[in-house]
């Protein structure tokens, strides 16, 4: 068990959130190990469907986000498309799993 204190982004004025669908080729592994290095993104899962990783970025800004989707991770190798939903209102988000 790990007990952590979760921020939110928006007060530590990190106002862009999104989920990026990568469609991959080749070792998805590895793209979701590179995509996992960089400092932006907080969630990497590997998934079975239309996408073969999401990823989450927290990002300052459009700009920010613009930056890092165009020029970081289109660019990754085994990279095939990448499909970008940005946050507009966070509803929802718990950790408690285990007391259910």
């Known amino acids: 068990m ?4 979760v921020t939110d ?3 530590l004025g990190f106002r862009r959130q999104a989920m990026i669908g990568i469609q991959g080729e080749g070792d998805v592994v590895e793209l979701a190990d590179a995509l996992a290095a960089m400092p932006e993104v907080d969630y990497v ?3 079975a469907g239309s996408f073969d ?3 989450e970025a927290v990002c300052e800004d459009d700009e ?3 930056e890092l989707v165009g020029q970081r991770i289109r660019t990754l190798p085994g ?3 990448t499909e970008t939903f940005v946050y507009m209102k966070l509803r929802k988000q718990h ?4 007391t259910r």
């Not at 790990?2 to 204190?5: D, L």
């Not at 950790?95 to 285990?98: K, L, T």
Request: aromatic share 8%; charged share 5%.
């Open 79 to 81: 990279v095939r498309s």
């Open 9 to 11: 982004p928006l007060q």
């Open 64 to 66: 920010h986000l613009l």
């Open 95 to 98: 950790y408690n799993w285990g």
């Open 45 to 47: 899962v590997i998934t």
């Open 2 to 5: 790990q007990i952590v204190a």
């Open 53 to 55: 990783v999401l990823a």
